[in-house]
C-alpha cells in the first residue's frame, strides 16, 4: 500500500519555523507501507525558515499580510503530480495522512487567519485537490486515534461462519457474556456462535474478539443486542471490526467478501430510543456520516489488494428476519444501491458511532439475497472456502493499526 504523507510528520524540517511535527503514530504507519512524502510549501519554492501563513477567506496571506495563495495552488498542483508520478493516487485505496490545520495540509479545520491558534471548518489547498480526486484524506489524528494499545484493544465482533478468527488469539482473560451487563441472562447462541468474549492479542495486537452475537430476530431488543458494543467501548476499546455473513444482491455485488461502505437501517429498530442512562451518549440525535470510518475501510481496501483477495465494497442493508427477502424486496434494495442484505449489524454500528468508535464493516456475502436454497449449514459451507481470506484481510488490516 502506498501512502502520501505530510514529510514535517515524517520528521523533515519543512515547516515555517524550520522544524518538523513528527508523528509517533505516523512514523510507525510508515514503517509498515511504501511511503510517498511531500510538502506542498516546499514544492513551491518557498523557503524555510519563512513567515507562518493562514487561510483568509479564500485566500492564503502571510503573517504581514501579503498574499501567498498562488505560490500555494502551485505548490499543491506540484505535489500531486508528484504522488500521481509516484503511483499514490492509483484507484483503489489513495490514502493520504497529512498534517492537520495547516493552509496547505490541514483536514476538516485550518486557522482561522488570525494567528491566534483558533481554528475553522476547512480543508487546506492542497487536501481540496486531493479530495477532487477521491483520495481519504485524514489527519495524524485520526492515525493515532485508530492505533491499538494494551488500553485500546480491537474488538473484533463476528458473525455466522466467521468465529474462527477467535482461535488466532492469544488469550489473557476470557468473559462469559453472560457476565456482560445488558446481555440476556437467557441467550443462548445459534449454532457455530461462542458466547464467550477472549482478550488477548493477535499477532502481538491486542484485541478483544466476541465470536457471536445475538440477533433481533431472537426477539432481543436493540439495546441488548447492542450490549456487546458498549462492553466493548467500556473495556476501552476505540476500534471495533463487524465481521457479518450476507446476502449478496444480484447486480450489485458478489459472493465472497465485502467491505461495507455505508448501511440502510430497516430493522425499524434503533439502540439509540433507549439512550437515557446510556454512557458516553450525550444525545440520541447522532449524525451518521462515515459511520464506517474512510480510514479503515481504505486500509481495508489496500491490504486487500496487496495480498491478491478478492473484495467488494457497497451498502448494507440491515433486516429484522428471521425470514428472508421477497423478491419485490430485493428489487427495492437494488433499486436502493444495497449490496448487501443481512440481519445483524446495522444496530451495532449505530451504537459503536455514537459512542465515538472508528468502524470497520467487513462481511462474507455466502449466497445471493433471497435464494430459497440458504441455509445455516450452506452459510458455514461458503464460510469455510472464504476463510483463510477473511483472515489474512485482518490480520493485514490489524498490523497496518
Ligand atoms: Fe509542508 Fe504540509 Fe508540513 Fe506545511 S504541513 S510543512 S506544507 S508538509
Not at 469455510?384 to 485482518?394: I, N, P, T
Amino acid at each position: 500500500m502506498r501512502v502520501l504523507v505530510s514529510d514535517c510528520l515524517r520528521g523533515v524540517a519543512c515547516r515555517f519555523d524550520g522544524s518538523s511535527k513528527p508523528s509517533r503514530s505516523v512514523k510507525r504507519l510508515c514503517e509498515k507501507v511504501e511511503v510517498v512524502g511531500v510538502c506542498p510549501e516546499i514544492a513551491a519554492g518557498l523557503s524555510v525558515p519563512r513567515p507562518p501563513a493562514e487561510q483568509v477567506g479564500d485566500r492564503v496571506r502571510l503573517i504581514d499580510g501579503s498574499d501567498v495563495t498562488e505560490d500555494f495552488r502551485r505548490g499543491a498542483e506540484l505535489s500531486l503530480d508528484r504522488a500521481r508520478s509516484r503511483g499514490a493516487l492509483k484507484k483503489g485505496a489513495p490514502l493520504a495522512v497529512l498534517k492537520g490545520r495547516s493552509p496547505s495540509c490541514g483536514v476538516g479545520l485550518v486557522y482561522d487567519g488570525s494567528h491566534s491558534g483558533r481554528l475553522i471548518k476547512g480543508d487546506g489547498v492542497f487536501v481540496r485537490l486531493l479530495k477532487k480526486e477521491g483520495v481519504c484524506v485524514v489527519s495524524e489524528d485520526v492515525v493515532k486515534a485508530c492505533e491499538p494499545s494494551v488500553e485500546h484493544p480491537v474488538a473484533l465482533v463476528l458473525g455466522s461462519g466467521l468465529g474462527h478468527l477467535a482461535k488466532l488469539v492469544r488469550p489473557v482473560r476470557r468473559i462469559d457474556y453472560h457476565d456482560i451487563d445488558g446481555f440476556p441472562a437467557d441467550a443462548t447462541p445459534v449454532r457455530d456462535h461462542r458466547f464467550e468474549l477472549t482478550i488477548g492479542t493477535i499477532d502481538e495486537v491486542p484485541v478483544a474478539v466476541y465470536p457471536g452475537r445475538i440477533h433481533l430476530y431472537q426477539g432481543y431488543s436493540a439495546a441488548e443486542v447492542t450490549s456487546l458494543v458498549r462492553h466493548a467501548r467500556h473495556l476501552g476499546c476505540r476500534d471495533i471490526v463487524f465481521a457479518c455473513a450476507t446476502g449478496a444482491v444480484t447486480g450489485n455485488a458478489h459472493v465472497g467478501l465485502g467491505i461495507l461502505t455505508d448501511q440502510i437501517n430497516l430493522t425499524g429498530r434503533n439502540p439509540l430510543i433507549e439512550w437515557d442512562g446510556i454512557r458516553d451518549v450525550e444525545t440520541p440525535f447522532v449524525g451518521m456520516v462515515d459511520a464506517y470510518t474512510p480510514y479503515l475501510r481504505t486500509l481495508a481496501r489496500g491490504v486487500a489488494d496487496d495480498l491478491g483477495i478478492a473484495v467488494d465494497e457497497g451498502v448494507y442493508a440491515g433486516v429484522l428476519g428471521p425470514c428472508f427477502e421477497t423478491p419485490a424486496e430485493i428489487g427495492m434494495m437494488r433499486a436502493l444501491g444495497v449490496s448487501y442484505v443481512g440481519m445483524s449489524t446495522v444496530n451495532e454500528v449505530i451504537m459503536a458511532h455514537a459512542l465515538g468508535m472508528n468502524v470497520l464493516g467487513l462481511t462474507l456475502a455466502t449466497n445471493e439475497s433471497g435464494d430459497p436454497d440458504t441455509s445455516h449449514e450452506s452459510v458455514l459451507e461458503v464460510a469455510g472456502r472464504y476463510a483463510s481470506d477473511f483472515e489474512r484481510l485482518v490480520r493485514g488490516v490489524l498490523h497496518l493499526l
